[in-house]
């Protein structure tokens, strides 16, 4: 049945259906954006941390207590852990939105449902993909500095 042959009310109920998968993509952006601060946290974190205690190191203020390569090795592995985290919601979103298109197709919604135009280019998709990015040069640029995790 084409939307020109459907009644009023099954129209209605299909605008209803089209508007509920637009909420769950929606909530799909949110979920991802919430792993965006997350991991813009734990790099955040990791980078000043490690920024601070080399300061320290570079001017002889840190005592014997604390082995010299360990702020630095505690740093980077926030780091790496907010880039893996990253990572991870990425293809998770990703793998969610690809089910959702393929729900929409299998269960027959495409026939009753108004035709979806193009998927706009989800703006958190693309702010993950950069904070991805910024975390790898993080890590590369930390690890430059550090070496094989010496001091």
């Given amino acids: 049945m084409s939307q020109t ?3 009023a009310g099954d129209r209605m109920a299909a605008m209803r259906t089209a508007l ?18 997350t991991s813009l946290s734990l790099i955040g974190f990791g980078f000043t ?11 002889k203020l840190l005592n014997d207590a604390i082995p010299a390569e360990a702020p630095a090795r505690f740093g980077l592995t926030l780091v790496a852990l907010g880039v893996c985290l990253l990572a991870l919601g990425i293809a998770s979103h990703v793998s969610y939105m690809l089910q959702l298109r393929r729900q929409r197709v ?11 135009p193009r998927l706009p280019v989800s703006l958190a998709l693309v702010a993950a993909f950069t ?11 930390l690890m ?3 070496g094989p995790f010496g001091a």
């Avoid at 509920?20 to 601060?37: C, G, H, I, K």
């Avoid at 299998?106 to 979806?116: I, Q």
């Fill in 5 to 7: 042959e459907m009644s």
């Fill in 20 to 37: 509920a998968f637009q909420r769950t993509r929606l909530a799909a952006d949110r979920t991802l954006m919430s792993v965006q601060r």
């Fill in 49 to 59: 941390i490690f920024s601070f205690f080399r300061s320290l190191a570079d001017k």
């Fill in 106 to 116: 299998e269960e027959g919604m495409a026939e009753v449902l108004p035709p979806e």
């Fill in 131 to 141: 904070l991805l990015l910024f975390g790898l040069f993080v890590i590369l640029s």
């Fill in 144 to 146: 430059a500095r550090v």
